[in-house]
């Protein structure tokens, strides 16, 4: 069965700086990998996916991750953060064996963005 | 985009009364449906899998007599807490798919709060 771990559960960093949140997923099948962010108080909207293809994947507000098969990771990563970033983002995948039905969730990394 | 939509956003219950929870996309046919819940700080756990015209999947450690699921049509999925306790207290969060290889698109979530 898989499983997704987002080993920091919060990420402290200045304004305009870089950051990666990482993302480790087991399985022995092939994947579909999805990063969400989700502010206060509100559901959860899709950054960006990695289905096949370009392991390089943009999504939106500037963020990409990247697809490693090797590491079984999905780092998220932004070159340069805005205040509006701090939210809690999620980590998820669904397995081939599943139809790609089921999202498995990581536990969250808070990223925390101070001027 | 696909929108979805929840209501109520937050609701306030007696221990012991039943509280409905909708679920709707706006602009698209969700052919399945899905509960999460989520505690604070935690991450999103998947309650149950519906689809429309049959009964729901609930996932295991899930009580099915005690959260009802409805799919009733395939823009509408409803979920009833019968006989609410505080321990019942939590975000319950929404996500619709359409097709087999669709996305998850998640709803804004709803706060229950039983006192």
Redesign the interface.
Known sequence: AQSVTQLDSQVPVFEEAPVELRCNYSSSVSVYLFWYVQYPNQGLQLLLKYLSGSTLVKGINGFEAEFNKSQTSFHLRKPSVHISDTAEYFCAVSERNTGFQKLVFGTGTRLLVSP | GAV?S?HPSRVICKSGTSVKIECRSLDFQAT?M?WYRQFP????M?MA?SNEGSKATYEQGVEKDKFLINHASLTLSTLTVTSAHPEDSS?Y?C?A?TG??G???????T?LTVT
């Open positions: 979805v929840q399945t899905f700080k935690k991450s999103l998947l899998t975000f969060i996500s798919r087999l290889a996305f998850q698109y998640f709803g804004p979530g706060r």
